[in-house]
């Protein structure tokens, strides 16, 4: 099977969030999408970050919608949520099976940043669109430093949906509707939750 892995704090996820997935998903073939949210994010600081349980929740109220499936994963390891870490899990559940990691082209263009680098080469081919026209040119260009170092990469034009969780939290916070920016399920957990208020 083709496995994709989308990993990221979802705090909220979005559309713009299930627009990648599906749109990779429909052009590669992958027989699995696989949402994982992060118990700690390593490459960002969130001083808003809702309860993993809630988290975790919206994510499954998304998958329901459109055939995406949930791991907790991240959340039950204690610490920062590595991806190296996460793809060896999963290849070690899914030994003959390929998987592909999809990112945005900002988490794309600090790949080897990330703790093992190579670990995540050698377990997942990585799969990433541009924010922009000038965005694919950059990642062009990082994607060869990658293959050079044996990993694969697929970057693929998908028309950028300019959401961000930032933008949901804030229309929370002012009161404004976020009908659009999630999933309907996530925006009724939302408010029913009270999350993103006040804050």
């Not at 990648?20 to 696989?34: C, N, P, Q, T």
């Not at 965005?135 to 970057?155: H, P, S, W």
């Amino acid at each position: 099977m083709k496995i994709a892995v989308y990993g990221g704090t979802f705090n909220p996820i979005h559309n713009a969030h299930i627009h990648l997935a599906s749109e990779f998903s429909k052009r590669e073939g992958f027989d699995k999408v696989i949402l994982i949210p992060a118990n700690i994010p390593p490459h960002k600081r969130a001083p808003e970050l809702a309860d993993g349980r809630d988290r975790l929740a919206m994510c499954q109220l998304a998958a329901k919608e459109c055939g995406f499936e949930v791991s907790d994963i991240e959340l039950r390891r204690e610490g920062p949520s590595y991806t190296a870490d996460t793809l060896a899990v999963l290849h070690k559940c899914y030994p003959k099976d390929t998987l592909y990691l999809l990112t945005g082209e900002d988490m794309f263009l600090t790949l080897l940043q990330w703790r093992n680098p190579s670990e995540i080469l050698k377990h997942a081919t990585i799969c990433a669109a541009p924010r922009s026209h000038e965005g694919m040119a950059r990642m062009q260009e990082y994607a060869q430093k990658l293959v050079k170092l044996g990993g694969q990469t697929i970057l693929e034009d998908v028309a950028y949906l300019p959401i961000s969780s930032t933008m949901v939290r804030l229309a929370v916070k002012r009161g404004e509707s976020i009908g659009g920016l999630v999933p309907d399920p996530v925006a009724e957990y939302i408010h029913q939750h009270h999350l993103y208020e006040g804050r």
